[in-house]
């Protein structure tokens, strides 16, 4: 178990509504990656938060937005959704420290748009 | 910019064998990390092992070694005696301080399957 805790597990839904994935990031860690991973790909970086402020973007598109809230969870917003966006949303966790940072996944969150 | 390379989409290996998973990356950088994550059908993202750039020393975990040449910008995986649960998505990821924040890189990873 890491530590890092995401729902829900599964989503279901239809094209043009929006949804909000959810990510609790484990004890101590202020940072939250978010990745998107499409089937059988790679993990594609989307946004970095670190102690409620943006830090870092990747490849995420306007329809997405995240934020982190004050008691550092993360909410991963994906709205006007496509088909294309069916895919397997991790959350990742790290502390962000001077040494070296591991990162810590959640089990993810499949979403998948009919 | 960084990038990470896994040239080997799918591999096999039979049970108790050896395998070796390459990955290559660029980049300009002197001090960064190197991991190999695993991805089993649960999903999951696993760390199997980590090296830090400015170790000579090559990163061993049980069953798992890495051939790490740096300046061939190079970072296998060598999985020894494969078992069953070996098999899954592996992934090879650098990692590197970039304006005051971590920058991970993923590779497209290899679907490695251990045949009984």
């Known amino acids: 178990d890491s530590g890092v805790t995401q729902t829900p597990k599964h989503l279901i839904t239809a094209t043009g509504q929006r949804v909000t994935l959810r990510c609790s990031p484990r004890?101590?860690?202020?940072?939250v990656y978010w990745y998107q991973q499409s089937l059988d790909q790679g993990l594609q970086f989307l946004i970095q938060?670190?102690?409620?402020?943006?830090?870092a973007k990747g490849n995420i598109l306007e329809r997405f937005s995240a934020q982190q809230f004050p008691d550092l969870h993360s909410e991963l917003n994906l709205s006007s959704l496509e088909l294309g966006d069916s895919a397997l949303y991790f959350c990742?966790?790290?502390?962000?420290?001077?040494?070296?940072?591991?990162?810590?996944f959640g089990n993810g969150t499949r979403l998948t748009v009919t | 910019a960084q990038t990470v390379t896994q040239s080997q989409p799918e591999m096999s290996v039979q049970e108790a064998e050896t395998v070796t998973l390459s990955c290559t990356y660029d980049?300009?950088?002197?001090?960064?990390?190197l991991f190999w994550y695993k991805q089993p059908p649960s999903r999951q993202m696993i760390l199997v092992i980590r090296?830090?750039?400015?170790?000579?020393q090559n990163a061993t975990e049980n069953r798992f070694s890495v051939n790490f040449q740096k300046a061939a910008k190079s970072f296998s995986l060598k999985i020894s005696d494969s078992q069953l649960g070996d098999t899954a998505m592996y992934f090879c990821?650098?990692?590197?301080?970039?304006?005051?924040?971590?920058?991970?890189?993923f590779g497209t990873g290899t679907r490695l399957k251990v045949l009984a």
């Open positions: 990742a966790s790290s502390v962000e420290s001077a040494t070296l940072e591991l990162l810590h």
């Open positions: 004890s101590g860690d202020l940072s």
């Open positions: 938060y670190y102690n409620g402020e943006e830090r």
């Open positions: 980049t300009s950088e002197s001090n960064y990390y």
């Open positions: 090296q830090e750039a400015y170790k000579q």
């Open positions: 990821a650098f990692m590197k301080l970039n304006s005051g924040t971590y920058k991970y890189i």
